[in-house]
C-alpha cells in the first residue's frame, strides 16, 4: 500500500542519524538541504561525513533513549540489525519518527527521493519496495521542471502576501493570483514590475 506523503519543517530542529557509513551519508546529506540540525551517533564515522558536520554533531560510540528522547526524527542506519531494530523499538515507543534503512516494515516514515529546486520541494516513494526506481523517477522529475520555476515559486509567494493585504475580495485576490501566475509561466521567467502592475491594475510594487 502507498505511503501518505507529508511535508515537515525540520529546519533547526535536532535530526539524528545512527550510522556512520555510506548510506547514512546520503541521509546526512539530504537532512542539510533542510538545513535541519544534524547530529550523528556511530562507532565508526566516515570521512565524508566528518568533513559535512561540525565536531560537536558527530559523537563515537552508542546511541542510548536519552540522546533519541529530544529529536524530531531519528534514521536507523548501522549495519548491524539487532541495534536498528531496539532504534525502532525505543523510537516507536516514545512517539518520534523512525526510519529504518533494512526494515521498512519497521518505520515511521519512508525517505523518500527528493528534487529540491528552492522551497520547490518534490519527494518520491515507493513504499519502500524500490529505492532505484524512486532515483529513476526523480532523476526525470528534474530534467523536467526548469530552474526558472524556482524564481517563479519566490516572486509569487511575495505578490501572494502584497495582493492579500490590497485587495480585500476573496475573487479578486484568486483573479489576480492567477493571472500572475498564468504570465510567469506563460514567460517562463518572473514578472517585471510594469506586467505585475498592469494585471493587478495597481501600482503595488
Known amino acids: 500500500m502507498a505511503h501518505f506523503p507529508i511535508f515537515i519543517d525540520i529546519k533547526h530542529k535536532k535530526c539524528l542519524v545512527i550510522g556512520g557509513g555510506t548510506v547514512a551519508l546520503r541521509k546526512v546529506e539530504t537532512l542539510l538541504r533542510y538545513e535541519a540540525d544534524v547530529q550523528v551517533i556511530a562507532k ?8 559535512l558536520l561540525p565536531e560537536a554533531a558527530i559523537r563515537k560510540g552508542s546511541a542510548g533513549e536519552e540522546d533519541i528522547r ?10 548491524d540489525r ?3 531494530r531496539e532504534v525502532a523499538d525505543v523510537c516507536h515507543r516514545l512517539g518520534i519518527l523512525v526510519n529504518v534503512i533494512d526494515a521498512p516494515e519497521e518505520c515511521s516514515f ?8 528552492g522551497d520547490i520541494s518534490i519527494g518520491i516513494n515507493t513504499g519502500g519496495k524500490s529505492p532505484l526506481v524512486s532515483r529513476k523517477i526523480r532523476g526525470n522529475i528534474e530534467k523536467a521542471i526548469p530552474d526558472s520555476y524556482e524564481h517563479i515559486a519566490a516572486q509569487l509567494g511575495e505578490l501572494r502576501e502584497i495582493v492579500k493585504s490590497r485587495f480585500p475580495e476573496e475573487k479578486d485576490r484568486r483573479r ?8 510567469a509561466f506563460e514567460k517562463d521567467r518572473m514578472l517585471t514590475r510594469e506586467e505585475i502592475n498592469t494585471i493587478t491594475g495597481q501600482d503595488i510594487i
Open 44 to 51: 565508526e564515522v566516515c570521512e565524508e561525513i566528518t568533513a
Open 70 to 79: 529530544d529529536a524530531a526524527l531519528v534514521i536507523a542506519a548501522t549495519s
Open 82 to 84: 539487532q541495534t536498528n
Open 110 to 117: 519512508i525517505f523518500p527521493a527528493v528534487v529540491v529546486k
Open 176 to 183: 489576480i493570483l492567477r493571472g500572475l501566475a498564468a504570465e
